[in-house]
């Protein structure tokens, strides 16, 4: 589903990516994990084409993305949620409609946007809190709407940049429960992390990276 070949990134002249090699088989839950500055949300950039690789290729779902031309870059991000950091929740708008935002960027029928919005927010477990405003929803709350926001175009790849980032601990479980469940479901999972806990003991692959080198993998 994704495969990374002799892939290096370079900014300002010094390479923050060298020579990454790896795939990800579909249907997969993977993390990516390393100390800051290692380049764990340069590579998730890369496979969302948010920027593009100096030397090698990056394959997601058949596309070559590095060289995919302009006009068809939508077409991959239709199939890629993405829970990062910087994409945060729009304040004006109710948990519903910030849900609801790609479904009507894509022209579904409003009846349609309903059904799967209400759906998503079932699986979140915040269905009553529809018509809330994020700012009253609890950090925890507001990085499941971001899920749900990522879930509900039924994305085949899911990227997450440290989706625990500023949660306690057992808030931090929930939120990866909801990724096992959305990778039981079909979606192939990437969650970038520093935080070893999350993958301790969970039998899943952990792709190791340190100044920008892929220095191990093991299993977590
Ligand atoms: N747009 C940019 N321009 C120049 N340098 C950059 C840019 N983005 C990232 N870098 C550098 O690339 C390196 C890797 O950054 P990256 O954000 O991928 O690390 P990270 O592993 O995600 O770290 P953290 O755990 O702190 O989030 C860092 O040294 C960073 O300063
Ligand atoms: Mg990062």
């Known amino acids: 589903m994704i495969q990374l070949s002799n892939v290096s990134k370079y900014y300002d002249n010094e390479a923050v990516l060298k020579d990454i090699s790896f795939f990800v088989d579909k249907g997969d839950l993977i993390y990516i994990t390393g100390p800051s500055g290692a380049g764990k949300t340069t590579l998730l950039k890369l496979i969302y084409?948010?920027?593009?690789?100096?030397?090698?290729s990056i394959h997601v779902a058949g596309w070559d993305v590095g060289e995919l031309k302009q006009s068809t870059i939508p077409y991959l991000r239709r199939n890629i949620g993405v829970v990062f950091q910087d994409f945060k929740l729009l304040f004006n708008r109710n948990v519903f409609d910030n849900v609801a935002l790609a479904l009507r960027i894509h022209g579904l029928h409003p009846d349609e946007i309903k059904?799967?919005?209400?759906?998503?927010l079932k699986d979140i477990g915040l269905r009553h809190k529809a018509h809330e405003f994020p700012q009253h929803l609890s950090g925890g709350e507001q990085q499941r709407v971001v899920i749900a926001r990522a879930m509900v175009s039924k994305p085949?790849?899911?990227?997450?940049d440290e989706p625990t980032g500023n949660l306690d601990p057992d808030t931090a479980q929930i939120i990866i429960k909801l990724f096992k469940e959305i990778n039981a479901r079909g979606t192939t999972v990437v969650i970038a992390t520093h935080h070893s806990d999350l993958f301790d003991n969970t039998g899943r692959r952990v792709i190791h990276l340190k100044g920008g080198e892929l220095i191990r993998e093991s299993i977590g």
């Open 156 to 160: 085949t790849v899911l990227l997450a």
């Open 49 to 56: 084409r948010a920027e593009r690789p100096d030397e090698g």
């Open 115 to 120: 059904e799967t919005v209400n759906e998503v």
